[in-house]
């Protein structure tokens, strides 16, 4: 008898959590108990079910795979969090630079409009 395979098609939000602890190992080509040790250092923090299991994200899981990369480089775990923390500054300074870049834009064409009127 012919087994007969269906593929579905699942979207979600990247910061969803969906995978169980061994799902996101397996994922992140990690041993479970390494999850379990980067969420007590802080590196990582998964959702938590209901039932207080813990769902780990696509953005989790691609964090662990930066983890396991910078550790295969040399790094040890205090440096990777220095990296990261860092490397979360830059995002949130990027975000302030381009927010304040938008409103130097609309009060310089708020100008330009009143200097039209006057002119």
Do not use: C, W
């Not at 995978?19 to 999850?35: D, G, K, N, R, Y």
């Amino acid at each position: 008898m012919a087994t007969y395979r269906r593929r579905v098609k699942a979207t979600f939000d990247q910061d969803q959590g969906v995978f169980m602890i061994s799902v996101a190992a397996e994922l992140a080509e990690m041993h479970p108990q390494t999850l379990r040790m980067y969420e007590q250092r802080g590196l990582i923090a998964p959702k938590r079910s209901p039932k207080n299991t813990r769902l780990y994200s696509q953005r989790d899981v691609e964090r662990l795979r930066r983890i396991q990369q910078m550790t295969a480089e040399g790094l040890n775990l205090a440096g990777v969090e220095t990296v990261l923390s860092l490397e979360a500054q830059v995002g949130k300074l990027r975000a302030e630079n381009e927010r304040l870049r938008k409103r130097i834009e609309e009060l310089g064409q708020k100008k330009n409009r009143k200097n039209g009127e006057t002119g």
